[in-house]
């Protein structure tokens, strides 16, 4: 069961996590929604973090050795988890038309389209 001191735990790292996010601390990462690159606190560091939903993962060593296998998140997680729910997805680009590729031997016939010839 979860006891009050992992509770405890959870809420100081929540508070961590909200102070980076106010910090400008997580960047979400171009094209990939469910992922953010989190600095730490000191600035020293980046981790990568994934907020897929039963793929969580962040890269510094406290989740790594840790929180990963108590099911806990890390305060990155958490950051990441924070600024990326709050922030509405663009939507997607719209796919661009490539242009048909012409044959150039086949001249104007490829492009134009074949007339009738009235019998
Ligand atoms: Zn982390």
Do not use: W
Not at 27 to 33: I, R, Y
């Amino acid at each position: 069961m979860v006891t009050a001191k992992m509770v405890q735990a959870l809420a100081a790292r929540l508070d961590k996590a909200e102070l980076l996010v106010t910090d400008g601390a997580v960047f979400p990462v171009a094209g990939l929604a469910d992922y953010a690159v989190v600095r730490n606190g000191d600035g020293t560091q980046m981790y990568l973090v994934r907020i897929t939903d039963g793929h969580e993962n962040c890269t510094c060593p406290d989740y790594q050795q840790r929180q990963k296998a108590a099911g806990m998140p890390c305060k990155h997680l958490l950051a990441a988890q924070l600024a990326l729910e709050n922030t509405p997805q663009p939507p997607a680009a719209p796919v661009a038309m490539l242009p048909t590729k012409i044959d150039p031997s086949a001249g104007l016939a490829a492009i134009m389209a074949p007339r009738k010839v009235a019998a």
